[in-house]
């Protein structure tokens, strides 16, 4: 199973920011859309950063509630990991736990095209390991 069957499955949205919103603006956003990232955008499609309320926590911990009122950009990770489509969703989590974060950003030809988080990576996972046991049941069954 790979990247492009998750997308299949989810869709391709992804709520985006610019690295002049405010962080106030972030938060808004993740708790509209109920996600944990926002990928950062400079132009059309284009990729400068990620914040995840992780990013959030550590700056609040770090800098208190001034924060709030700053860009993303001075919170944000700007080396952001990324897969492509026909990834396999075991390279996805290798990614995952080598990088230790849980969502990955999809490119189609340097262009954002989707985002994998570590539940999509689960929920995939599950389904395949549901499809074997289902395989197995049925070889047993009829052998
Ligand atoms: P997360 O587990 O995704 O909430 O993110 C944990 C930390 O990793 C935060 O500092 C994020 O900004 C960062 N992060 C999240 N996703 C990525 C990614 N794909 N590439 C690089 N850093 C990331």
Do not use: W
């Amino acid at each position: 199973m790979t990247v492009a069957d998750i997308l299949a499955g989810k869709g391709r949205a992804v709520v985006t920011t610019t690295p002049a919103a405010t962080v106030t603006q972030a938060v808004s956003a993740l708790a509209e859309h109920g996600i944990g990232a926002l990928v950062v955008t400079d132009g059309p499609q284009r990729i400068t950063g990620i914040v995840s309320e992780r990013d959030i926590v550590r700056a609040l911990a770090d800098g208190g509630a001034a924060i709030m009122a700053g860009p993303i950009s001075a919170i944000m990770t700007r080396a952001v990991v990324t897969c492509c489509e026909s990834d396999t969703i075991n390279a996805v989590m290798s990614k995952m736990s080598g990088g230790r974060f849980r969502h990955v950003p999809v490119l189609n030809n340097g262009q954002l095209a989707g985002i994998v988080s570590i539940s999509d990576v689960v929920k995939a996972r599950i389904g395949e390991v549901e499809r074997d046991a289902e395989d197995l049941r049925t070889y047993i069954a009829t052998s």
